[in-house]
T-cell receptor, first 114, second 113 residues
Framework: GAGVSQSPSNKVTEKGKDVELRCDPI?????LYWYRQSLGQGLEFLIY????????KSGLPSDRFSAERTGGSVSTLTIQRTQQEDSAVYLC????????????FGSGTRLTVV | DQQVKQNSPSLSVQEGRISILNCDYT??????FLWYKKYPAEGPTFLIS?????DKNEDGRFTVFLNKSAKHLSLHIVPSQPGDSAVYFC????????????FGKGTRLSVIA
């Protein structure tokens, strides 16, 4: 597609449930990033995939969070045993090569944990 | 600890006037800075950037100024338009020349007609 696509756009889940958020990057972009924006906060880096390299997981807030990127394309962010503090907008971005310029963000998934 | 700080959560400006959004950073190794703009329910979009070898970069109504000694940059929008109302994020690569970007908390700009 022409842009980064994220699904679902909104997700309401009960505390303790697992959720999966999906990101389709721009075709051919080798780098993919997950960020989240909690209420009143900036964009918090979560995880970064670059080509076939091991992902940079340094931003994941706890072991309940994991992500994978299959075939160098689609990525899934999984949050297990969701907590209320996980409520945020989860944003995915991709870039052609991993350079600082050229981030294209998706519209995000708004996750609400009730 | 925040490496990129935007200390003003919001700013209101009248249409036609200048908007000045500020950003401070702590890491003197940062060599590239970017501004992103975000509308509600949309992802951030790139607006303008500046390399540390420059002190100014201009693109139409948008100008970014960099003061390395003060570790401060600012985004000027002139004249401001109602369509500029959005949240503006300052960002820098966490490692020299590499990603991921580190973002500030953003400043919500409201341009009043």
């Amino acid at each position: 597609g022409a842009g980064v696509s994220q699904s679902p756009s909104n997700k309401v889940t009960e505390k303790g449930k697992d959720v999966e958020l999906r990101c389709d990057p721009i075709s051919g972009h080798t780098a993919l990033y997950w960020y989240r924006q909690s209420l009143g906060q900036g964009l918090e880096f979560l995880i970064y995939f670059q080509g076939n390299s091991a992902p940079d997981k340094s931003g994941l807030p706890s072991d309940r969070f994991s992500a994978e990127r299959t075939g160098g394309s689609v990525s899934t962010l999984t949050i297990q045993r969701t907590q209320q503090e996980d409520s945020a907008v989860y944003l995915c971005a991709s870039t052609p090569t991993g350079a600082a310029y050229g981030y294209t963000f998706g519209s995000g998934t708004r996750l609400t944990v009730v | 600890d925040q490496q990129v700080k935007q200390n003003s959560p919001s700013l209101s400006v009248q249409e036609g006037r200048i908007s000045i959004l500020n950003c401070d950073y702590t890491n003197s190794m940062f060599d590239y800075f970017l501004w992103y703009k975000k509308y509600p329910a949309e992802g951030p979009t790139f607006l303008i950037s500046i390399s540390s070898i420059k002190d100014k970069n201009e693109d139409g109504r948008f100008t970014v100024f960099l003061n390395k000694s003060a570790k401060h940059l600012s985004l000027h929008i002139v004249p401001s338009q109602p369509g500029d109302s959005a949240v503006y994020f300052c960002a820098a690569p966490s490692n020299s020349g590499n990603t991921p970007l580190v973002f500030g908390k953003g400043t919500r700009l409201s341009v009043i007609a």
